[in-house]
């Protein structure tokens, strides 16, 4: 703990499960946040952790054990300003740190997600250091010693996602003997479990892709700019895009899929992220129908590209379309002015009839959901759902949220403090 202090940490939580010696006490007085937490599991207690610490920009994982070294932090930190998750690969492995079965166990894990990723990685470490939003983004949902195993495939095989390798040193153990590693027989149930774990947090998963621009002026929501007024469509779009965020991650986390958001730019990525809490991917050529043609392009059995101007839109259609997915090629979501909140496709759409659906009409106009269904072939046709695209479109939305405020609570709450100012003014 206080290698970790003086390394720069600005707090550490000490997750403990039940000890009976002197653990909690020698950790509160080096600095530390305690927390118990009874139940058994690995990915557990790094969990409980994580959440402790909420409000942080970068979280921390290393065992407790003295096997890391805290001084290795600022470097691993610092990897963070490029990448969402940093594993400290051990290439300086003291001697008796690790035994020759727990060395092969992990090269051949590694190698199993390596192979079935196509991106490097050497190591399952215990020092890790992950953008707080990319934790969530991983969905992680393993509870044991395979925490680590899914964290590193999830994160790999996500299409958003930078993971980089930093090297780490790696100690003998201070003290106590692993339950994992320690012993050969326990070892090798547990390398079995791990290749179980490997190939699960490697297979492909839906993908669902929040298509967002930045909030500014003159650059996003130009129609509703025209009615209202360039700045309260900025701030009427920074609180859709935190609901929209709110939205896809819930939704993404109960249908097991990819999380992210597609942006016009780099710039557009940096502040969308900030918002919305999602890793951003950045399309390559302008205009939105390129930006849907790159999404249904990524490796995934199915994707889904959601508007984020639909800021009550419920989680339970989101949910539909992948539940539709599974057996259909194409799920639509269709707008109340002619176009669509949403379009899904399955892997095997022909880049033809996908270019034809996204290339072929001009997005924005009224005949674009008849197009799109027209080029995509009968597709499943979600309920119908409205934007706001105008002044009188969003009076009607603040009626709505006037009897129901958590169907965006970050619109609803932007609403009352516009009307409050219009009030005073």
Not at 58 to 74: K, R, T, Y
Not at 158 to 174: D, Q, S, Y
Not at 291 to 307: C, D, K, N, R, Y
Not at 347 to 354: I, K
Request: glycine share 12%.
């Amino acid at each position: 703990v206080r290698g970790l202090r003086a390394a720069g940490a600005c707090c550490v939580a000490v997750v403990d499960a039940g000890s009976t010696d002197a653990t909690q006490r020698l950790a509160r007085e080096a600095g530390a946040l305690v927390l118990e937490e009874r139940r058994r599991g690995y990915g557990l207690a790094c969990q409980t952790g994580a959440e402790a610490v909420r409000g942080h920009e970068l979280v921390a994982f290393l065992d407790g054990d003295g096997s890391c070294d805290p001084a290795d932090l600022p470097r691993l930190a610092a990897a963070a300003h490029d990448a969402d998750v940093v594993l400290g690969r051990r290439l300086e492995v003291a001697r008796g740190a690790m035994p020759w079965h727990a060395a092969l166990g992990n090269a051949l894990v590694s190698a199993v997600i390596r192979r079935r990723t196509g991106r490097p990685v050497h190591d399952l470490p215990p020092a890790k250091v992950l953008r707080r939003d990319a934790l969530q983004a991983l969905g992680l949902d393993e509870l044991g010693y395979g925490w680590t195993v899914q964290l590193v495939g999830r994160a790999l095989a996500h299409p958003a996602l930078r993971v980089v390798e930093v090297p780490a040193a790696f100690l003998p153990r201070a003290g106590g003997e692993s339950k994992v590693s320690g012993r050969l027989g326990p070892s090798l149930r547990a390398g079995r479990a791990m290749l179980r774990h490997a190939v699960g947090a490697t297979r492909r998963r839906g993908v669902l892709v929040l298509m967002a621009k930045a909030p500014r002026r003159g650059h996003s929501k130009t129609r509703l700019a025209n009615g209202l007024g360039a700045e309260a469509a900025e701030g009427f779009w920074t609180a859709c895009l935190r609901d929209a965020g709110r939205r896809v991650l819930a939704a993404g986390r109960v249908a097991g899929l990819d999380v992210m958001a597609m942006t016009p730019s780099a710039a557009d990525a940096v502040r969308v992220r900030e918002l919305t809490g999602l890793p951003c991917l950045v399309q390559r050529r302008p205009g939105l129908g390129e930006a849907l043609l790159e999404v249904s392009s990524l490796t995934a059995p199915f994707t889904i590209a959601v508007s984020a101007d639909a800021p009550t839109l419920p989680a339970c259609l989101v949910l539909d379309a992948a539940g539709a997915l599974r057996s259909a090629p194409v799920v639509l979501g269709p707008g109340e002015d002619g176009g669509y909140y949403l379009v899904g496709l399955r892997r095997g759409v022909s880049l033809a009839r996908r270019r034809q659906a996204f290339l072929g009409v001009r997005m924005g106009g009224a005949d674009v959901l008849e197009h799109t269904s027209a080029a995509l072939g009968d597709p499943v046709r979600l309920a119908a759902w409205p934007d706001v695209d105008t002044a009188a479109d969003l009076e009607r939305l603040a009626g709505q949220l006037a009897d129901d405020p958590s169907a965006a609570p970050a619109v609803a709450a932007w609403l009352s403090a516009l009307q409050c100012a219009k009030e005073a003014g």
